[in-house]
Every structure is written in C-alpha cells, then in structure tokens.
C-alpha cells in the first residue's frame, strides 16, 4: 500500500466515534457451525461481539479480534479475563491485535489462516470497501467464508448520499451504505464466488440516524453468507 493512502487510511480510522459504538444498527447474528474454528472479527471494537463468537468457536477453535484503535484493543484484552467463558487462560482461544480491515497482515494474518471472517455492519464504515473485502478473502481457507451480519444496505434505486466526511456523522453506516447489488460485484471482483442472503428486513434510521440520514424508508439490514 502507497504511503500516502496508508496514511490517509489511519488518519481516516483515528476520527471515526471513539465511544465503542458507530452510528447505525449493529447486532449479533452468529453462524451456527463456529464449532473448532479459526474466525476473525473485523472492527472488533472493545470486544464483545469477540467474546461472543468464542463461546462458539470452544476450546478447538480460536478467534482473532482486529480493530485499527489501539486503545480499543487495550480495553479488549484488559477486560477479556473477566469477559471469556475460561477467564485466566482466555489467550489459547482468542486475541485482540491492531490492525485496519485494508491491510489484516498488519496483525500478522496470514493467507488462507482462517475458516470465518466476522464482520457486522460497522463494514460501512471501512475506509476502502474494496480492499476490505479483497484482504478477508485472502485470509480466507479455499472453502472459508465471510459473514455479514445484519449488514444496512440501500435499495439500488434509492440516490446514494455518499460518504460522511466528518463531525457526527462521520462512519454513520447509513450514509456509507451501498446497494447489496454493489457489494455483490466487489466481492466477486476481489475473488469470492458466492454472495447469499440469509435474511432481510426493512430497517428505518431513528434518532441520530434518521437526522443524519436522507431517505430513512430506503434501507434495508441483511445477514449475507459471502463463499470463498
């Protein structure tokens, strides 16, 4: 990655919300055969939804959690002890590493390292969506997958606003929402082969949101299955 790019990258992640929350509607929605697997949680934040998939992954599998804030990870890896389901010996099963979603190899991911990529709708929020979704694949098993939980997508006809260049509605996923037809064409285009939906629902911006965000009746939140 050029320098310049990378340096706008990290400024760009150093100025999202840094109360552990970006604007929008995040929610757990978990695969059900996590069992002794390798998952990786992109913008884990301060860790939850990374606790979370441990109790899945149990004691064969492991999960890495990468999120570019380092105090995120700090918190994360402070609080894991009382937060994991085996307390003391928390580290054979999970680990929180700095790293932005553009460049994994920045946490010492490896190719085809892990069977899951995890990721909720804070995938809006990424500084380059394409090079995001080209770095899970290519941290992905042959048959590995990425998983999308209850992403916020924008209806295809529905007029793109753009992205949010600062103050509070700077990472709002709403605002950097594309249509699911979009996001299917880049992870083809970066190498996966399969973009399925396993759920959808209209979802409509209330409070913060709706007032940052034009055409609150236009979106809709989807789980998607994403196949190497």
Known sequence: MHAEVRDCMQSYYRALPRDGRLPGHCSMDIPD???GKRVIDVLCRKGRGAYQLSDFTGDKGFVLGVDPDASFVDAA???A???HWSGAQWQR???FEVGCPEDLSEAGVRDGSFDVAYVNSVINCVFDLALALAECARCLTPDGYLWVAQGVFRNADAPSVG???SGSVLGNVFLRAVSLEQFEGLCLRVGFRSVEVLSRAVIV???DDARETCGAS???QA???VRR
């Open 33 to 35: 055969d996590l069992l």
């Open 77 to 79: 890896s402070g609080c």
């Open 81 to 83: 002890a009382d937060n």
């Open 93 to 95: 099963y999970l680990r």
């Open 163 to 165: 992205a949010a260049a």
């Open 205 to 207: 911006p209330d409070g």
């Open 218 to 220: 236009e979106y809709f």
């Open 223 to 225: 789980t998607v299955r």
